[in-house]
Nanobody, 125 residues
């Protein structure tokens, strides 16, 4: 079992920035696909961004141009840099990961077997 620990959430004003981090307890395979989902109260869960060994594979239309996902292989940590924050970005953010798979790395929640505990992001206007 891989443990994912998410951190970096908090409160920010519109236009501000936050960086989320997701540290994995281990990497059971060199093949990696991971990323971030978010869920706001009363809204459906949304895939925000995904990344694999080659780099970013997907950004939601709602965050394109504002968010950037990256991976530090030495630290086994994935980051989500969130810039130009909007009130609509307010949600609980969950990091996800799967290892050893070869199919496309996309934001399909059912494809991910490892989920972090969630970190709250609140953006005030």
């Amino acid at each position: 079992q891989v443990r994912l620990v998410a951190s970096g959430g908090g409160s920010e004003h519109s236009g501000g920035s936050l960086r989320l981090s997701c540290a994995a307890s281990k990497y059971p395979s060199s093949r990696y696909c991971g990323g971030w989902f978010r869920q706001a109260p009363g809204k459906e869960r949304e895939g925000v961004a995904t990344i694999d060994n080659e780099g970013p594979t997907l950004y939601a239309d709602t965050v394109k141009g504002r968010f950037a996902i990256s991976k530090d292989n030495a630290e086994d940590t994935v980051y989500l840099q969130m810039n130009a924050l909007e009130s609509e970005d307010t949600a609980t953010y969950y990091c996800v990961a799967r290892f050893g798979t070869t199919f496309a790395c996309r934001a399909n929640a059912v494809d991910f077997t490892n989920w972090g505990q969630g970190t709250q992001v609140t953006v005030s206007s």
